[in-house]
């Protein structure tokens, strides 16, 4: 079994800037995927950003220059700094990792940590 903390999210003003983490403990052998989704009332979850094992990043065009996303492969964490946030980047953001336990991959969610960015 594998069970993911996530943290760090809360009410900011425009302008400002949160730091999300996601902890992953339990059964874990390789992290192929970690990725940041969110979801605002009404809307679809949708890919903020992701990193790959290798490194390769990819975000929403909506984030890109604001967001990064980062590894620590040591700890089993994925991080998401989010900079010049907006009231348009309000949402429950969860993280999403595809881990491989020796037999399959997986997804697994976070239990997702509100962000509410007030104007």
């Known amino acids: 079994q594998v069970q993911l903390v996530e943290s760090g999210g809360g009410l900011v003003q425009a302008g400002g800037s949160l730091r999300l983490s996601c902890a992953a403990s339990g059964n874990i052998l390789r992290i192929n995927f970690m990725g940041w989704y969110r979801q605002a009332p009404g809307k679809q979850r949708s890919l903020v950003a992701g990193?790959?094992?290798?490194?390769?990043?990819n975000y929403a065009d909506s984030v890109k220059g604001r967001f990064t996303i980062s590894r620590d492969n040591d700890k089993n964490t994925v991080y998401l700094q989010m900079n010049s946030l907006r009231p348009e980047d309000t949402a429950a953001y969860y993280c999403l990792l595809n881990i491989w336990d020796g037999y399959s991959s997986s997804d697994y969610w976070g239990q997702g940590t509100q962000v509410t960015v007030s104007s």
């Open positions: 990193i790959r094992s290798g490194g390769s990043t």
